[in-house]
C-alpha cells in the first residue's frame, strides 16, 4: 500500500547559527592567534554570506539565525581585521 504525498510541506526547519571566538588579533598568528579568525571569516563567514545571498537571488524562502557574539562583532570591526584578512586571502591566493 503506497501512501500519498502531501503537496505541502508538513514540518519547517531552522537553522540556528552561533558564533564565537575568542579575542585574538594582537595574539600571534598560528595556531590560536589572527590565523584562526581569518580562517573562520574566509571558510565559513564568507561562504554562509554568499550562500545567503544566492537564495535571496532565487526568490527562496526559509529562516535562519545567525548569533554573533560582541567579541567577534568587535573583531571583524576592527582596521586590523580588514588589513590582516586580505594579507591573508593575497597569501593563501599565492599558495594555490
Known amino acids: 500500500m503506497q501512501r500519498a504525498v502531501s503537496p505541502t510541506p508538513r514540518g519547517t526547519l531552522l537553522l540556528v547559527l552561533h558564533t564565537h571566538l575568542p579575542w585574538v588579533l594582537g595574539h600571534g598568528r598560528w595556531p590560536h592567534g589572527e590565523s584562526w579568525l581569518y580562517e573562520a571569516a574566509a571558510e565559513c563567514y564568507l561562504p554562509l554570506l554568499r550562500l545567503l545571498d544566492r537564495l535571496e537571488a532565487e526568490d527562496r524562502k526559509g529562516s535562519v539565525t545567525i548569533g554573533v ?13 580588514r588589513d590582516g584578512f586580505l594579507a591573508y586571502l593575497e597569501e593563501r591566493a599565492s599558495r594555490a
Request: neutral net charge; glycine residues 0%.
Open 69 to 81: 557574539t560582541p567579541v567577534l562583532a568587535e573583531m571583524l570591526s576592527t582596521p586590523r581585521f
